[in-house]
Structures are given as structure tokens and as C-alpha cells.
């Protein structure tokens, strides 16, 4: 199935510091999502994006919808340990069908 | 957000043996779900597409006859993996679409499978 680039793979951060990753398609997508997984569980929806240039927040996480579509970041301000985990984005295209960047997995120091 | 559970959570299996694992929509009823599998450090990929009343869709790759799905109620989709051999070995997760238009989808807490 297609999948979405992600990046950074991975991040060795200092708790307090602000993250950003992003990812990118070379398709359009409707709605852009992201998700948390912690070890041996399901991924956990943190904030879905709707409409392109759509910026929202939840919490100290902030996303935005790319204008062109292609393209979403998510940024978490003032990092604490519980934010280690893998964050996964996922684009919905046509028939519903929802495609997941390859992840990118944070390690906050504390 | 919509609740999903799955059963098993883990499970371990001697090669050559058929697993099936439930996945049930809790405060939801859902036509579709969708069956995802995820091996170690990678990401999730979407296997088939599960439709109430109907047979499964599923993707490019993906043996219809070795993944069977059912899709029995509005609140109850199968995964039965049948013949198992260690590399199907995975974590298994479903999920069902929510929110406006199914543009939200809510994962079930997956299960392991482990087959020696």
C-alpha cells in the first residue's frame, strides 16, 4: 500500500525542549491524523486535520493541514518523559482508506 | 473517540495452526473495520478492509485465503489466520472509521501473535 515519509525517524530530545516532525506524500489526502503508540499497544488518536492551511492544537500539541495538501507537521511544545513513544502520521484518501508514515520515535531525556 | 477492543491481546501458536482474533466496535456500530499488521519498528500496513454483509477487500499482497475475514454484525469483525507460520508472526491491529464522513479512525488495542 502507499505509504507516507516521515521524518525524523528518530529524536533524542531534553525534556522542556519543543519537537516538530513532519511528513509528506506525493498524493493528496482529505484528512491528515495523528497518532501515538506506546510498546504493545494500538496507536491513539491525538489531533485530526480536516481542511488545508488548518491549524490545531490540543493540549501542547499543535498540527497543521499543508496547503497543498501533501503535507503535515506536528510540533510538541516543552517535551516531558511521557511523550516518549512512536508518532505515526496517516493520510485518508479515497474509498477511506487511511495510509501511515513509517513513524518517528521520541526519546526525551529527562 | 470510538471504543474498539480486540481478543486476544497475545497469543502463541505452534506452526501450522489457524488463530482467529475478534475485533469489536463497543459503543459503535461499523459496516467497515479495517485490519492493519505491524512488524517490529515498522510502521502499520493496511491488510483488508472489512465490510458488514459483504466479502473483505484486501490489499495488493495480501492472501485472501490465508487472512480470512468475517465480518459477522455491525459490531464484530474476525481475523483468522490460518495455517500460521512463524513469519506471520505480527502484531495485529483494527481499527474502525468514526467521526464526519468515517474521516476519524479508532484502533483497537492489537494483538500479538506468535507462532513457533
Known amino acids: 500500500g502507499q505509504q507516507l515519509n516521515q521524518s525524523p525517524q528518530s529524536m533524542f530530545i531534553q525534556e522542556g525542549e519543543d519537537v516538530s516532525m513532519n511528513c509528506t506524500s506525493s498524493?493528496?489526502?482529505?484528512?491528515w491524523l495523528w497518532y501515538k503508540q506506546d510498546p504493545g499497544e494500538g496507536p491513539v488518536l491525538l489531533i485530526a486535520?480536516?481542511?488545508?492551511?488548518e491549524l490545531t492544537s490540543n493540549g501542547r500539541l499543535t498540527a497543521q493541514f499543508g496547503i497543498t495538501r501533501k503535507d503535515s507537521f506536528l510540533n510538541i511544545s516543552a517535551s516531558i518523559p511521557s511523550d516518549v513513544g512512536i508518532y505515526f502520521c496517516?493520510?485518508?484518501?479515497?474509498?477511506?482508506?487511511?495510509?501511515f508514515g513509517s513513524g518517528t520515535k521520541l526519546n526525551v531525556k529527562p | 473517540g470510538a471504543v474498539v477492543s480486540q481478543h486476544p491481546s497475545w497469543v502463541i501458536c505452534k506452526s501450522g495452526t489457524s488463530v482467529k482474533i475478534e475485533c469489536r466496535s463497543l459503543?459503535?456500530?461499523?459496516?467497515?473495520m479495517f485490519w492493519y499488521r505491524q512488524f517490529p519498528k515498522q510502521s502499520l500496513m493496511l491488510m483488508a478492509t472489512?465490510?458488514?454483509?459483504?466479502?473483505?477487500?484486501?490489499e495488493q499482497g495480501v492472501e485472501k485465503d490465508k487472512f480470512l475475514i468475517n465480518h459477522a454484525s455491525l459490531t464484530l469483525s474476525t481475523l483468522t489466520v490460518t495455517s500460521a507460520h512463524p513469519e506471520d508472526s505480527s502484531f495485529y491491529i483494527c481499527s474502525e472509521p468514526a467521526g464526519v464522513g468515517g474521516s476519524e479512525q479508532f484502533f483497537g488495542p492489537g494483538t500479538r501473535l506468535t507462532v513457533l
Open positions: 496517516a493520510g485518508l484518501a479515497n474509498f477511506n482508506k487511511f495510509y
Open positions: 459503543d459503535f456500530q461499523a459496516t467497515t
Open positions: 486535520l480536516y481542511k488545508a492551511g
Open positions: 472489512s465490510n458488514e454483509g459483504s466479502k473483505a477487500t484486501y
Open positions: 498524493s493528496i489526502f482529505n484528512t
